[in-house]
Nanobody, 126 residues
C-alpha cells in the first residue's frame, strides 16, 4: 500500500524559509515522478514543482521559480520542497503526489498523478 506523508508546514513570516518533507512508504521514491501541488482556500489546486524519476530533472511553476527547490533523498525515501523568500501568497495546503509514468507535457497536471498525501499547511504571515 502506497502512502505519502507530508510534514514541515507551519507559520512563517514573509521572507523566511520552510522545508517541506514527503516520505513515501510502500514504494521506492526513486522509481516515481514526484511533485508538489498546493491549494489555497477558494482557489484551484496549483502545480508547484516536480522531479522526474529518470535523471532527476526538476520543473517549477513560474510563481515559485528561483525561490523553491525540489529534491529527493533516495536513502530516506523522501522528497523535499525548500521554500525560501516566503510570500503571503504562498499560503496554501501543500500536497505531494506521485506517478510512475507521466509525459513531460502533463507534469503539472494534477489529474495525472496516482497517489497523494494528506497535505501540510503553509501560512506566510507576519
Amino acid at each position: 500500500q502506497v502512502q505519502l506523508v507530508e510534514s514541515g508546514g507551519g507559520l512563517a513570516q514573509p521572507g523566511n524559509s520552510l522545508r517541506l518533507s514527503c516520505v513515501m512508504s510502500g514504494r521506492t521514491v526513486s522509481s516515481y515522478n514526484m511533485a508538489w501541488f498546493r491549494q489555497a482556500p477558494g482557489k484551484d489546486r496549483e502545480f508547484v514543482a516536480a522531479i522526474r524519476r529518470n535523471g532527476g530533472y526538476t520543473y517549477y511553476a513560474d510563481s515559485v521559480k528561483g525561490r523553491c527547490t525540489i529534491s529527493r533523498d533516495n536513502a530516506k525515501n523522501a522528497v523535499y520542497l525548500q521554500m525560501n523568500s516566503l510570500r503571503t501568497e504562498d499560503t496554501a495546503d501543500y500536497c505531494c503526489a506521485e506517478d510512475e509514468e507521466i509525459m513531460l507535457s502533463s507534469i503539472g497536471t494534477a489529474e495525472q498523478y496516482d497517489y497523494w498525501g494528506q497535505g501540510t499547511q503553509v501560512t506566510g504571515s507576519s
